[in-house]
């Protein structure tokens, strides 16, 4: 079990020079219903009041909620967090008058909101009334992405019920404290045979739900450094009128000369020598953080995504690291991709993978729908996107993470329609046949370029060469 922060201990924990906003409403000994006060709350549940009272002695708090302003590191937030000792951080009535309040003010003064959860859901004392409260926190929180506005959740012990399942699992970027319990089923009403691991900070963590487990030592710095990035970086973010420049293409780490022929060309692509995306990220960005999973019960190892600082500004960026990609990693790719493009955040790709994964369990989590939704949120995209092929580009599998019309190649890469061997089995070719059918298909990078499907080459000496 995580430890137990009590609200002002987690806000302390994480930002300097916090002002709480001043709360409105009746004292801790009556609690409001629809437009009346009754001590026993909106459906006049026995005894309610008096809980209350207790609840406030034990916690020191009017309500499970606290929030205000606060500064995290170089950046000022909207700070949301839960004293699970009030009535076990639940959400009534005025825990969504604050919450909604909160939002609204992030709004007002612009800022990105953190939320620091635990909560055991919806306080059944007050009824449908307490559930209601969970389509305030949703509109507040859709009002507040629409807006142009980064949120980040960060899950203490325990996160459940509504407030997971809306300030949690709906924000921008997910953290976890180590060993928190999180799940929409809290522990006392899930499935007595239920997998206790499923409930688990980890267990959210390998099914995409969260992007990070982070240490209470290390939460003030990782916050600092998220709210950096979503923010647009230490310089001077663009502003709605002047929409951001695309990013430069990497310089090219592995071979300086393309190869003479199209199989030259596969076989320079495919050799294990040959430097993939994470180090084609490590030298391209100084801070980066990742974002993890799709957020349907899936993760791809093979698909890298989050956000980077390049020369003082935050590129966002989606990058294939050599294997064929699963549907979780679109799917991901492209909850990156919106992202970015709902923050101002240009966005750079990096292609490499010999194709979509084809495999049968590839077909039953939705292949062609995650494809799909990746090249909808390619195109839609409305900032600026730059691609880079570092190595193989496998069909559709690749194209659907290629800008249309800013993609460059490294020297040691190629793009086809389809593998040469896979090209020639179709054509009733014999696999020796597979060479012949590389150069046939001019997937070379100074065939691409004369074909106009890519801009330019890129070496180690300057950032890209056009011919």
Not at 115 to 140: D, F, H, P, W
Not at 289 to 294: A, E, M, N, P
Not at 344 to 373: F, K
Not at 439 to 446: A, I, K, T, V
Request: hydrophobic share 40%; net charge negative; charged share 20%.
């Amino acid at each position: 079990m995580a430890d137990r922060l009590t609200a002002r201990e987690a806000i302390a924990l994480v930002s300097e020079a916090f002002e709480e906003t001043p709360q409105t409403g009746p004292p801790a000994d009556t609690a409001v219903g629809v437009g009346t006060a009754h001590p026993d709350g909106p459906i006049g549940w026995d005894g309610y009041g008096a809980s209350r009272v207790r609840a406030a002695a034990r916690s020191g708090e009017e309500e499970s909620v606290v929030w205000g302003v606060g500064r995290i590191g170089g950046c000022r937030a909207v700070i949301v967090s839960f004293e699970f000792r009030f009535m076990g951080g639940s959400l009534g009535e005025r825990t969504g008058d604050r919450l909604e309040a909160a939002y609204a003010h992030a709004r007002a003064v612009r800022l990105p909101l953190v939320s620091l959860i635990a909560t055991g859901g919806s306080r059944m004392q007050e009824g449908m009334i307490a559930l209601s409260q969970l389509q305030r926190v949703a509109r507040a929180a859709a009002q507040t992405r629409e807006a142009g506005l980064a949120q980040i959740a960060v899950l203490r012990d325990p996160t459940t019920g509504g407030g997971w399942a809306t300030l949690g699992a709906g924000a921008d970027v997910v953290l976890a404290l180590p060993g928190a319990q999180i799940g929409f089923a809290g522990s006392r009403v899930r499935p007595q045979n239920a997998d206790p691991s499923a409930y688990t900070a980890a267990g959210q963590l390998a099914a995409g739900q969260i992007d990070a487990i982070v240490r209470q030592e290390e939460l003030h710095e990782t916050l600092a450094s998220w709210l950096t990035l979503l923010t647009g970086g230490t310089a001077s973010a663009p502003s709605p009128s002047s929409p951001p420049s695309a990013p430069p293409p990497p310089l090219a780490l592995g071979s300086h000369d393309p190869a003479p022929t199209g199989w030259g060309a596969v076989q320079l692509a495919r050799s294990a020598r040959r430097p993939r995306a994470q180090a084609y990220l490590d030298a391209y960005f100084g801070l980066r953080l990742d974002v993890q999973g799709d957020r349907r019960g899936g993760t791809d190892p093979g698909m890298l995504c989050g956000f980077g600082l390049r020369e003082g500004r935050t590129v966002a960026y989606a990058a294939q690291a050599g294997t064929a990609t699963r549907p979780a990693g679109y799917r991901t790719a492209a909850r990156l991709v919106r992202l970015a493009d709902r923050l101002g955040i240009p966005v750079l790709t990096l292609v490499d993978t010999p194709g979509a994964a084809n495999d049968a369990e590839a077909e039953r989590e939705g292949a062609g729908a995650a494809i799909a939704e990746a090249f909808a949120a390619m195109a839609e995209a409305r900032v600026p996107v730059t691609t880079l092929v570092i190595g193989e580009g496998g069909s559709g599998g690749a194209l659907a993470l290629a800008a249309p019309d800013n993609t460059w190649a490294t020297p040691d890469s190629y793009f086809s329609v389809i593998a040469p061997e896979l090209a020639a089995a179709i054509l009733k070719r014999g696999p020796g046949d597979a060479p012949g059918t590389a150069d046939q298909l001019r997937l070379r990078p100074q065939d691409l370029v004369d074909l106009g499907v890519v801009r330019g080459i890129v070496d180690p000496a300057a950032t890209a060469k056009q011919p």
